[in-house]
C-alpha cells in the first residue's frame, strides 16, 4: 500500500489536484489501483449541485488517469516527467458518484510504444461500475513539455 507522502514523489499533482488517496497495487508498466475517498467538504460540491452533490466525471475521469499515471510513472526513470491526454475513446458514466463513497480505480496499460501507451480504466463505488473509459497519453520530461 503507497500512502499520499509516496504518492505525491511520483505524480506532479498536488492538492486540490491530486485526486488520490492511496495506490493500492502496483505493477509498473502495467496496472495500478488506487482510491479516492470523497468528502463534502471538497470545493466542488459547492457548484456541482447545491443540495444534490455530485462528484463532476471531468474528475473522475482525471482520478482514473491519474492512477494509470501513477503506474507509468512508478519506475525510478520515468520520476520527474509528465503523462499528458492524448486522446479519451469509450468513456462512460453508469452511475453518480456523492460525497460519502470510496472511488476505487483500476488502470491497465493495454498498449505501450516508447513514452506513448494506452490505458483502459474502470471506476468503483461498493464493487459496482460507476465510469470506464480508454485514454491515450504521452510521458514527457519536464524540458520537453512546451515542445
Given at each position: 500500500?503507497?500512502?499520499?507522502?509516496?504518492?505525491?514523489?511520483?505524480?506532479?499533482?498536488?492538492?486540490?489536484?491530486?485526486?488520490?488517496?492511496?495506490?493500492?497495487e502496483?505493477?509498473?508498466?502495467?496496472?495500478?489501483?488506487?482510491?479516492k475517498?470523497?468528502?463534502?467538504?471538497?470545493?466542488?460540491?459547492?457548484g456541482?449541485?447545491p443540495?444534490?452533490?455530485?462528484m463532476?466525471?471531468?474528475?473522475?475521469?482525471?482520478?482514473?488517469?491519474?492512477?494509470?499515471?501513477?503506474?507509468?510513472?512508478?519506475?525510478?526513470?520515468?520520476?520527474?516527467?509528465?503523462?499528458?491526454?492524448?486522446?479519451?475513446?469509450?468513456?462512460?458514466?453508469?452511475?453518480p458518484?456523492?460525497?460519502?463513497?470510496?472511488?476505487?480505480?483500476?488502470?491497465?496499460?493495454?498498449?505501450?510504444?516508447?513514452?506513448?501507451?494506452?490505458?483502459?480504466?474502470?471506476?468503483?463505488?461498493?464493487?459496482?461500475?460507476?465510469?470506464?473509459?480508454?485514454?491515450?497519453?504521452?510521458?514527457?520530461?519536464?524540458?520537453?513539455?512546451d515542445?
Amino acid at each position: 500500500m503507497i500512502d499520499i507522502n509516496e504518492i505525491q514523489k511520483v505524480l506532479p499533482h498536488r492538492p486540490p489536484f491530486l485526486l488520490i488517496d492511496r495506490i493500492l497495487e502496483v505493477v509498473p508498466f502495467k496496472s495500478a489501483i488506487g482510491i479516492k475517498n470523497i468528502t463534502m467538504g471538497e470545493s466542488q460540491f459547492r457548484g456541482h449541485f447545491p443540495g444534490h452533490p455530485i462528484m463532476p466525471g471531468v474528475l473522475i475521469l482525471e482520478a482514473m488517469a491519474q492512477v494509470g499515471g501513477f503506474a507509468m510513472l512508478y519506475p525510478e526513470k520515468n520520476r520527474g516527467k509528465l503523462a499528458f491526454f492524448g486522446g479519451m475513446e469509450n468513456v462512460k458514466f453508469k452511475v453518480p458518484v456523492v460525497p460519502g463513497d470510496q472511488l476505487v480505480m483500476k488502470a491497465e496499460l493495454i498498449k505501450v510504444r516508447g513514452d506513448f501507451g494506452k490505458l483502459h480504466t474502470e471506476a468503483f463505488v461498493d464493487d459496482k461500475l460507476v465510469a470506464q473509459g480508454d485514454f491515450t497519453f504521452a510521458l514527457k520530461t519536464v524540458n520537453d513539455a512546451d515542445k
